[in-house]
């Protein structure tokens, strides 16, 4: 698969000035959670929970399953990047994002499009962490954050979970990809317990989206009003486990991500976070990050893998303080 990482995005006329500020302000940022007044971009999405039709499939046109396969890990379709960009101009597209993305020739347009049809390589150092040190999801509910593709957590539902959501900053992301590719793996599942069958039985189609139904969520909107949405549950949720890849990229992000973490994580439960060291042209990264964790004082950070090659990766973990 084909990655592009190009931070050279348009960005206000004061932007450049501003960079080399950054580092200043997340060392001054001291916030407690459930500040969801906290200063972020000035850009603000509404939250909004999406409910996939019952064959999501069917309303898509010219799409190509890819199989992405890592160690033990069960195989995880994903609608092929290369036939999704070239195709981008015929679909539904209500934030026009496919077409800006494409005329801009960017991966990233902070505040409008943050980077969700992007399989990013961190993405695939969490999954390889996972089949190294053998994670368990069965009875789990899980949260991935900037979801994208959505791979970590179809791979929570496929290992068990009993509850799903997945998250993104672009609506047109959780309709045209997310939700695609959670209902494109979750048929290949019915297909090959049909197969092993006996007597073979006609998949009930319309129960097996139901089912499905029950075990996901799918949200869009920026971390504020998604935190927000989310209180608004009765009850509020609480995850065991919440993933997050390639999302610390932008230090005006760092206190919505952290009230997401405060607010939204079991008192007992881990996040797993996939980052670089830095984000070039962007300005935030893993330590910055770290820095503002440890201000905050409410989780401990743990390395538990670090890539050498190319620009620095890692993948870490935060749980609260006892």
């Not at 934030?95 to 494409?102: D, H, Q, S, V």
Request: proline letters at 4%.
């Amino acid at each position: 698969m084909a990655f592009s990482f190009n931070f050279d995005i348009p960005l206000q006329t004061d932007e450049t000035n501003d960079k080399e500020n950054k580092e200043d302000k997340a060392k001054e940022v001291n916030l407690n959670c459930s500040e969801v007044n906290a200063v972020v971009s000035n850009k603000i999405k509404d939250a909004v929970e999406h409910l996939p039709l019952l064959d999501p499939l069917s309303q898509i046109e010219n799409w190509v399953p890819e199989t992405i396969t890592i160690g033990a890990l069960p195989p995880l379709l994903c609608l092929n990047e290369s036939v999704f960009e070239k195709t981008a101009p015929e679909r539904e597209d209500s934030e026009e994002i496919l077409a800006k993305t494409l005329t801009q020739n960017s991966d990233l347009i902070s505040g409008i499009y943050e980077g969700g049809f992007k399989i990013w390589e961190c993405t695939y150092d969490l999954l390889e962490y996972i089949d190294k040190e053998g994670e368990t999801f069965a009875g789990k509910r899980v949260l991935d954050l900037g979801c994208g593709a959505g791979l970590l957590g179809i791979l929570a539902l496929k290992k068990g979970a009993s509850k799903v959501d997945f998250q993104d900053y672009n609506s047109t992301v959780i309709e045209q990809l997310t939700v695609p590719n959670v209902f494109l793996n979750c048929e290949d599942d019915d297909e090959n317990k049909e197969k092993n069958s006996s007597p073979p039985c006609k998949r009930k189609a319309l129960n097996a989206t139901e089912k499905l139904l029950d075990r996901c969520g799918f949200f869009s909107g920026d971390w504020n009003s998604f935190l927000t949405l989310m209180h608004n549950k009765t009850p509020s949720p609480k995850f065991d486990i919440i993933f997050t890849s390639e999302t610390i990229y932008n230090t005006d992000y760092y206190s919505s991500l952290h009230n997401v973490f405060c607010d939204l994580l079991d008192e007992n439960g881990m996040v797993y976070l996939a980052t670089k060291s830095h984000y070039f042209g962007v300005g935030g990264g893993l330590h910055l990050f770290e820095k503002f964790v440890e201000q905050n004082n409410v989780f401990q950070i743990r390395y538990l893998k670090d890539v050498e090659q190319g620009l620095k990766r890692h993948v870490v973990s935060l749980t609260f303080k006892k």
